[in-house]
């Protein structure tokens, strides 16, 4: 079982950058897929961007594609998520996840994955 804990968000002003980190523990991350999902108040959780075990394959929601890059280092079982160019709009609790993947693929679905972080607040001002 692998646990996870996000860090780095904050409050910053619209157009500035956050990176958000996700340290795992328990497991090495290298057998799992991961990914990153945020919830806004009022709202379901989405799908915000998805990694493969290696780190080959990306993918993004179309609201965050071009301004969010996420990566991930195995040596330092750690995932990130750099965020530029924020807007207001992106103002919610940012979670990350893992599930075992048995081949080099991304997961986009909510249920799809099995282990969460606690979250990390991010609130942009205009």
């Known amino acids: 079982q692998v646990q996870l804990v996000e860090s780095g968000g904050g409050l910053v002003q619209a157009g500035g950058s956050l990176r958000l980190s996700c340290a795992a523990s328990?497991?090495?991350?290298?057998?799992?897929?991961m990914g990153w999902f945020r919830q806004a108040p009022g709202k379901e959780r989405e799908f915000t961007a998805a990694?493969?075990?290696?780190?080959?394959?990306?993918v993004y929601a179309d609201s965050v594609k071009g301004r969010f890059t996420i990566s991930r280092d195995n040596a330092k079982n750690t995932l990130y998520l750099q965020m530029n160019s924020l807007k207001p709009e992106d103002t919610a609790v940012y979670y990350c996840?893992?599930?075992?993947?048995?081949?080099?693929?991304?997961?986009?679905?909510?249920?799809?994955?099995?282990?969460w972080g606690q979250g990390t607040q991010v609130t942009v001002s205009s």
């Open positions: 996840a893992a599930v075992i993947s048995y081949y080099s693929g991304t997961h986009t679905g909510v249920h799809e994955y099995d282990y």
């Open positions: 328990g497991r090495t991350i290298s057998s799992y897929a």
């Open positions: 990694i493969s075990r290696s780190g080959g394959s990306t």
